[in-house]
């Protein structure tokens, strides 16, 4: 009867744990990437209708450039090394995937059993005796049979978070191309730009002594003369702002650097070449190229096997335990002979009242999940916006510069035709002064379409996720 009773009770505890390891599938599965992204629709067709056409990775894409293939400057370089050798940001972050590295072996070392050493000792008297000496020199060992995946999820969990702050890493030492990069060609700008604001100031002094000895021989008015004197003034002060903002651009690059502020030693704006191709892949990759987005979708993971924890908590737990030691003291109140004490545990704790807590913490996992998926979502948009953004920019001041330049040809056809009327006293010094101040804003104009082009193919770089170890 009992026999029976006790095989009846055995199959019943077989059963029951068949079905908590069948209702228990899922949390032993890996994280996947979810369906119905909205990756097709990331870029514009206008802008690169081959995009959707294609589905083999382009490893010919400019996310896929080492910076140094883009950076032909052996100046520029110099400082973007010097700047990722420095940056305290860079360096905050490589901290941090030390500290994930660590947390993951943490995790994976929670499967191995873990031994305790518990020596002790003491002094007993009974009735007032002699005291005698007794001690117990044992040691603990203790194993977590993971039977339902909370260290699995653990260790996979600590994974993703390896993998995001590795991303973070790649993000920030992203930035920090890109920022050097375009400070560098800022500086270039303005380099160029007080190079043309200084040859007019040395035209128009010219001009003002020039009109002052006219004005002796009466071939021109006073009037004329304190205008020119006047649009001299102002075109020395905008020289001075240019200047000023010339040191200022070279002290922010010389912070960036993690150096005190002095002179930098740097190329010129018309050196600077961007690929005469710009090939932006497919928009899957942005996916796993851009590490904004790789974070996010780490991020996800992460909350996924976090969400699987607290599914795991639903289940029983397994410990085994045991102790072993060697001891002068067997309970006797004389003798205390010496002899070996040996135990052995096994303990399942199966959680029964407590589920309102369980099914709380699930509830707060599933929403953070659910957060997280948000999250991800909206990383792929921003990254397509940035995208498409780089790309008109990019369009746009080409065709900019362009014709800027084609305005500066005519206006320095027209500059020198106003010399020539205004020295044959045929044309008026208003007429002159127009067409130079014209001259002079539509070199300013081209300047900074040259710089415009080389910060957008910078921000096509960054948004594609370029600028990897």
């Known amino acids: 009867m009992k026999k029976s009773l006790y095989a009846a009770a055995g199959r019943a505890m077989l059963v029951a744990a068949m079905i908590m390891m069948l209702s228990s599938c899922s949390i032993y599965r890996k994280y996947h990437r979810p369906e119905n992204l909205p990756t097709d629709s990331l870029y514009r067709a206008e802008l690169v209708p081959e995009a959707q056409e294609t589905t083999e990775p382009d490893t010919n894409s400019l996310g896929y450039m080492s910076w140094e293939e883009l950076f032909t400057d052996p100046c520029l370089q110099a400082l973007i090394r010097q700047g990722l050798d420095n940056n305290v940001d860079l360096q905050s972050a490589i901290l941090r995937v030390e500290q994930a590295k660590a947390q993951l072996s943490a995790s994976k070392w929670a499967y191995a059993p873990s031994l305790n050493l518990t020596p002790q000792g003491g002094l007993n008297s009974i009735d007032a005796g002699k005291p005698a000496w007794t001690y117990n020199l044992g040691g603990a060992v203790s194993w977590d049979i993971d039977l339902f995946g909370s260290l699995l999820n653990a ?41 043309i604001s200084g040859e007019n100031v040395r035209i128009f002094e010219e001009q003002v ?76 990759q942005l996916l796993s190229n851009r590490p904004d987005v790789y974070q996010a979708e780490m991020a996800l993971a992460s909350a996924y096997y976090t969400t699987n924890q607290a599914r795991s908590a639903f289940y029983p737990s397994i410990n085994l335990s045991g102790s072993a030691g060697w001891t002068n003291s067997l309970g006797q109140a004389i003798a205390n002979p010496a002899g070996w004490l040996l135990s052995a545990l096994g303990q399942l704790t199966m959680p029964i009242f407590n589920h309102g807590q369980l099914r709380a913490n699930l509830k707060v996992s599933k929403a953070e999940e659910e957060i997280a998926m948000l999250n991800y979502r909206q990383a792929l948009l921003n990254a397509g916006e940035q995208v498409n953004n780089a790309l ?34 045929t044309g008026t010094y208003l007429e002159l002064l127009s067409a130079r101040q014209a001259l002079l804003s539509a070199q300013l104009n081209a300047v900074s379409d040259q710089f415009t082009r080389l910060q957008s193919v910078v921000s096509l770089y960054q948004a594609l996720g370029g600028g990897k170890e």
């Open 392 to 425: 008109y920019a990019v369009e746009i001041s080409e065709e900019m510069y362009n014709k800027h330049m084609s305005q500066v040809k005519d206006l320095e056809r027209t500059v020198k035709t106003s010399e020539l009327l205004y020295e044959r006293s």
């Open 155 to 195: 260790k996979r969990g600590a994974q993703a978070t390896l993998l995001q702050q590795q991303a973070y890493q790649q993000a920030v030492r992203s930035q920090i191309i890109a920022t050097i990069a375009n400070t560098y060609f800022s500086l270039l700008m303005l380099d160029d730009q007080v190079a």
């Open 209 to 284: 002594r020039t009109m002052e000895a006219m004005l002796k021989t009466g071939k021109t008015t006073e009037n004329a003369v304190t205008q020119a004197r006047a649009n001299l003034y102002g075109l020395e002060a905008s020289y001075a702002s240019l200047l000023q903002q010339q040191k200022e651009t070279e002290n922010a690059l010389c912070s960036l650097l993690g150096q005190p502020s002095m002179t930098i030693v740097r190329g010129k704006l018309s050196g600077q070449t961007v690929p005469e191709e710009i090939s932006v892949g497919i928009p899957l």
